[in-house]
């Protein structure tokens, strides 16, 4: 096999793994519980300062329809 093609393939599945990763890492860090109930509440990430609790943003009969809710706020976050 050609070497130059080995190295580029490599490079490929890097920066594809490095973007699975950073996907991971997001949808880690967005703040979604499962309740007792079944259903699931999204939380904002940061904490606030007077209560140390972090805000309710919203609950959710499924975690899909939670992060979809996160992405959307997100967005209009930047937008």
């Known amino acids: 096999m050609f070497p130059e ?3 580029a393939a490599s490079a ?3 920066r594809y793994a490095a973007t699975l990763q950073g996907e991971l890492a997001y ?3 967005a703040m979604i519980r499962k309740l007792k109930t079944g ?3 999204l939380y904002s990430r940061k904490t606030d300062p007077k209560t140390g609790k972090r805000r309710n943003l919203g609950t959710f009969a499924s975690r899909a329809a939670a992060e979809k809710h996160e992405r959307d706020v997100q967005y209009f976050k930047r937008h």
């Open 39 to 41: 259903e699931y509440r």
């Open 5 to 7: 093609r080995a190295q």
């Open 27 to 29: 949808m880690e860090s």
């Open 12 to 14: 490929r599945v890097q």
